[in-house]
Each structure stands twice: as C-alpha cells, then as structure tokens.
C-alpha cells in the first residue's frame, strides 16, 4: 500500500477519492524482488489490493496467451492454475483497505488478510 500511496495511485483520504478511476495494477520491486500490486474500488471508500511479491512475468504459464486466458491483473489471484504459481510468483496477499469510517485493514487476526499463497519450497 505505501507505494501505492507514495506514487499517488490511491490516497488514504476518502474525501480524496474519485470511486470511478479507482482500480489498476502496478509493477514494481518490493524487497529487491520484481512484483505486481493490483487495486480496485469495491464501494463505500473501501479498496481491495493484492500483492504478488517475487513475481516473474516470463515464467508465467499464461503470460502470452490470448483473450480471457492471459494474464490480465484483475484478479486477487494469478489466473494459472494454482499448482503451477512456484514457477512465477513466491507469494500472493489480498486485504481490504477501509477508508470512509477510518484508515485501516479491515478484519480480525487473520480473516484481514487472504487469498494467501506463500511458495515454501524455495
């Protein structure tokens, strides 16, 4: 979130924010590794973001296909099968961002943070 933040993609502000231009996809390096953040609006000032940390494009099964089945960043999740992703992608992390009624990850323990997946085998 902070680079979202930093390079003015989303703002923490709800007064700030324009719902209709809220969603997109940005690579950049988080921790020294190549990764991709991928935000949307989901009303009511609430933003949906998704990480994939040590993500590697060329290695993903479905980067240069076509139509509905390439790669296309929507999802909270890659769109490979998911027994494929340790060939592209360490780890994938989803949370909802609240930002009407406060500035906060919403949920408890471990319901705010999902869509995990964490390669262990490296």
């Known amino acids: 979130?902070?680079?979202?933040?930093?390079?003015?993609?989303?703002?923490?502000?709800?007064?700030?924010?324009?719902?209709?231009?809220?969603?997109g996809h940005i690579a950049c390096r988080i921790f020294r590794y190549n990764s991709v953040i991928i935000w949307r609006n989901i009303g009511f000032g609430e933003l949906h973001i998704s990480i994939w940390w040590k993500y590697n494009h060329n290695n993903h099964p479905q980067a240069n296909l076509?139509?509905?089945?390439?790669?296309?960043?929507?999802?909270?999740?890659p769109l490979a099968n998911r027994n494929q992703y340790r060939?592209?992608?360490?780890?994938?992390?989803?949370?909802?961002?609240?930002r009407k009624r406060g500035k906060y990850?919403?949920?408890?323990?471990?319901?705010?943070?999902?869509?995990t997946y964490m390669d262990t085998l490296d």
Do not use: H
Request: glycine fraction near 6%; aromatic fraction near 10%; charged fraction near 30%.
């Open 105 to 115: 990850i919403q949920g408890t323990n471990r319901e705010s943070i999902f869509d």
């Open 87 to 98: 060939k592209f992608v360490g780890v994938t992390a989803s949370c909802w961002l609240e």
């Open 1 to 23: 979130m902070n680079k979202l933040i930093e390079q003015n993609y989303i703002s923490l502000n709800f007064e700030d924010v324009n719902e209709e231009n809220e969603e």
């Open 66 to 77: 076509k139509g509905n089945q390439k790669e296309n960043f929507n999802l909270s999740q």
